[in-house]
């Protein structure tokens, strides 16, 4: 397991700023007068970074000229003593300086775009980077562009949902460019990709402790659910299978021998998604955090995806028609790179790993969604919310009508596609023999 040695973050210096400022602007005639680094605002808004926003003032020719401002976003590592310890004990920041970093600039050469940014930004998919080092990354602001962090309770509409499949297209298709342009894999090319980010069976791993916790409060949503709460005849048998069904998750998260893998992002949830929408009403989102990026079959990125964001019957009415537009638009944008889809995933290979990813997609969706749409805990608090949650849990369902529907589908997906098949298999399975009994 690899981990960092850094100790304290330091703050960005002039000369950093100075090569920020150049990559943004297209001219080298500037003076730098002054920058200052802010928190992006008092809540915590991702477990794994601490966010903030840069403001650079420069002028432009002369000294005397009018003084211009720019604005960028900082994601650095966590200064919270246990948030910054649980991060470095995990792959996440190389990860995310590879993706920003190696991956995008070699991804970019090969990418046909009409927008002068569209390769800078892996086809409109991510924010811009203009600076990383291995602490901490300064990205595009897009808030300046519209785009805005939505409500992590409230499932997405179908436009937005149509909206994101056709980014997650975009961003896989880039990655098969690559592997096609380049003759190699990113296996070959990447091995850290191959490296699991939070789901690792190892007992001393600060995630795998926060995983445990969360099959505890697994067993505690199963008793809130009416249709297997105490006292319903199933629900002893539930709990005895709940544990065994949602441990199948560390070997489902693995690249396949099976389908071809691509770079999936694999942490699609509402606040990793920020959508913007221009004058016409026309809807664009962009793909942030890329911490847990991992080779995979392109459709974990979209089941998951669709259970983390989306409500089941939204899922149920549309569910084909929305895989079809994925394929759809992956198959353009290989098709603009002279590729074949049938050659690299033809729709019914698609369609197929899709229904295998169907119970990977509903465990995470109780591991993931049972955190992530709680209210969000002060620092001080965040080891406690971690690993012991119950008490908030079982308010949180009483009085939360969003938080009760969202947690309540995510239980009885797992009940139906999981934990039934198990306690069917159970029952027509014979009696143990007296021989057997006796071993």
């Given amino acids: 397991m690899a981990t960092s040695n850094m100790s304290v973050i330091s703050p960005l210096s002039k000369e950093e700023c100075h090569k920020i400022v150049k990559r943004y602007l297209p001219i080298d005639s500037f003076e730098l007068k002054s920058f200052t680094l802010s ?15 840069l403001h650079v003032t420069l002028s432009l020719g002369d000294k005397d000229a009018t003084a211009i401002e720019l604005q960028f976003f900082v994601k650095s590592l966590p200064l919270n003593v246990y948030r910054r310890s649980f991060t470095m004990s995990t792959l996440s920041y190389q990860k995310e300086v590879l993706f920003y970093g190696d991956f995008l600039r070699k991804v970019k050469k090969h990418l046909r775009c009409a927008a002068p940014d569209a390769a800078a930004t892996c086809l409109a998919t991510v924010p811009r980077c203009y600076y990383l080092r291995p602490d901490l990354l300064v ?5 300046l562009a519209g785009f805005r962090m939505l409500d992590p309770l409230v499932p997405l509409s ?5 909206c994101v499949l056709r980014a997650l297209a975009r ?3 880039a990655s098969l460019v690559f592997e096609e342009r380049e003759g190699r894999r990113l296996a070959d090319a990447y091995p850290l990709l191959l490296e699991e980010t939070l789901f690792r069976k190892e007992p001393a791993f600060p995630p795998y402790v926060a995983q445990v916790s969360c099959v505890r409060m697994a067993h505690v949503l199963l008793d809130l659910v009416p249709r297997f ?30 389908y071809r893998n691509v ?14 929408e221009d004058a016409l009403g026309e809807l664009s989102v962009r793909l942030v955090d890329f911490q847990t990026v991992h080779l995979e079959p392109p459709a974990h990125d979209v089941m998951i995806f669709m259970h983390w964001g989306m409500l089941r019957d939204l899922r149920r009415a549309y569910g084909r028609d929305l895989l079809e537009l994925y394929h759809h638009t992956l198959a ?10 049938d050659s690299v995933l033809p729709l019914q290979v698609f369609m197929q790993s899709c229904v295998e990813t169907q119970p990977l997609a509903v465990i995470l969706a109780v591991y993931t969604l049972q955190a992530t749409t709680l209210p969000i805990k002060k620092a001080a608090d965040l080891e406690c919310f971690l690993l012991n949650r119950a008490a908030l849990v079982r308010a949180m369902y009483r009085r939360d009508d969003r938080f009760r529907r969202r947690v309540t589908e995510a239980m009885e997906e797992l009940v139906e596609t999981c934990l039934m098949p198990r306690l069917t298999y159970h029952h027509q399975q014979p009696p143990p023999s007296k021989n057997e009994r006796e071993q």
């Fill in 263 to 276: 770079l999936c992002h694999r942490d699609l949830w509402i606040s990793n998604l920020l959508f913007a």
């Fill in 39 to 53: 928190p992006l605002c008092t809540q915590i808004t991702g477990f794994m970074g601490d966010h903030m926003k």
């Fill in 229 to 258: 709460g105490r006292g319903t005849p199933l629900n002893e048998q539930l709990h005895r299978h709940l544990e065994p069904a949602m441990q199948e998750i560390y070997e489902f998260l693995r690249p396949s021998d099976k």
């Fill in 332 to 341: 353009d944008v290989l098709r603009h790179h002279d590729l074949d889809i």
């Fill in 158 to 162: 179908l436009p937005q949902s149509e």
């Fill in 139 to 143: 990205l595009g602001d897009l808030s």
């Fill in 171 to 173: 961003l896989h298709a």
